[in-house]
């Protein structure tokens, strides 16, 4: 009913997928430990550690992609690998970048520390007993046993990260095993939430799309369904759909509020199906192009 990777995939897919993976981590290791010395505010420095291993995730998935590698637990094991190597390549350039900002001289290279693990973690050691910043008003620099837990922190979510990322990019597309090629996107629409959208699923999972049909054109202020189809253009018979459900509310202090619920991902329908959904976009977007000229006509006639 639903699509799942096959777990395929070969050794020079695989070499693929780590080159582009390694390729892009590193370069954005080189630039987190450029930044980090420059952010002085620890919420921000959070951000950019958060930054840091979504971005490696994402080459990683792209890795993946571009080496057609259809394993899950290999793209796990693979963002694991790769971004623990990245944070260990930001922490080599990190060190001298610190020196520099503490008016430090020396004549240390990244490259050679990277090389040579033990005089690095002399130096983290040193690095950990003055501390660089501070995370609390005082304005004393946080060493010691809380700028370990903060490190340890850092890594956890750096590799966190890059897991969750790898693991979105290489689901965001079903792959034709028959073609061996990644789908592409046939259509997309926005459509009003039904009622009981638990309902609308499991019509959907029993091939019942005239729930579907009966929807009415969504809009993007408020909340709505994201319908979406992918296929294989080269064969023209593999076909998903999937479907999100978005949520738009306010908070108690009128703050707008987003949240994404997937209803149903990559949900494996037939060629009629699909052109249901294709001729249902195109009814859609008919329905969007003569609702904008109203609207606008309106918003003329208030002023």
């Not at 840091?52 to 571009?66: D, K, T």
């Not at 900002?101 to 020396?106: A, I, K, L, T």
């Not at 969504?218 to 593999?238: M, P, W, Y």
Request: hydrophobic share 45%; aromatic share 8%.
């Amino acid at each position: 009913m639903y699509y799942k990777h096959s777990g395929r995939f070969s050794l020079g897919g695989l070499l693929i997928a780590a080159a582009v993976g390694c390729a892009g981590s590193l370069i954005l290791a080189y630039v987190y430990a450029w930044g980090l010395p420059l952010i002085p505010e620890v919420h921000l420095a959070g951000l950019a550690t958060v930054a840091f291993g979504g971005l490696a995730g994402v080459s990683i998935g792209y890795g993946q992609i571009w080496g057609k590698v259809r394993n899950s637990a290999v793209g796990i094991a693979l963002a694991t690998a790769i971004s623990t190597l990245a944070l260990y390549v930001s922490w080599a350039a990190w060190v001298p970048f610190v020196l520099d900002s503490q008016h430090v001289e020396h004549h240390i290279s990244w490259i050679k520390l990277a090389q040579h693990p033990a005089a690095l973690w002399n130096l983290i050691c040193i690095i950990n007993q003055d501390g660089t910043w501070s995370t609390s008003s005082s304005g004393s620099p946080t060493n010691g046993l809380e700028l370990w837990g903060i490190w340890a922190v850092e890594a956890v979510s750096v590799i966190g990260m890059a897991i969750f990322a790898e693991i979105g990019v290489l689901n965001h597309r079903p792959f034709c095993e028959s073609c061996e090629r990644w789908c592409t996107r046939g259509a997309k629409m926005l459509l009003a939430p039904p009622a009981n959208v638990t309902q609308l699923k499991l019509q959907l999972e029993a091939n019942d799309f005239k729930a579907l049909e009966n929807l009415g054109t969504g809009n993007k202020a408020t909340s709505h369904l994201i319908v979406v189809l992918d296929n294989c253009e080269q064969c023209r018979q593999f076909y998903s759909m999937s479907l999100t459900h978005v949520l738009i509310g306010r908070t108690k202090l009128g703050k707008p509020t987003v949240s994404n619920k997937t209803i149903v991902q990559h949900l494996l329908i037939d060629a009629g199906k699909a052109e249901t959904l294709r001729q249902l976009s195109e009814k859609v977007v008919q329905a969007a192009k003569i609702a904008a000229p109203q609207s606008s006509t309106a918003a003329a006639g208030k002023k």
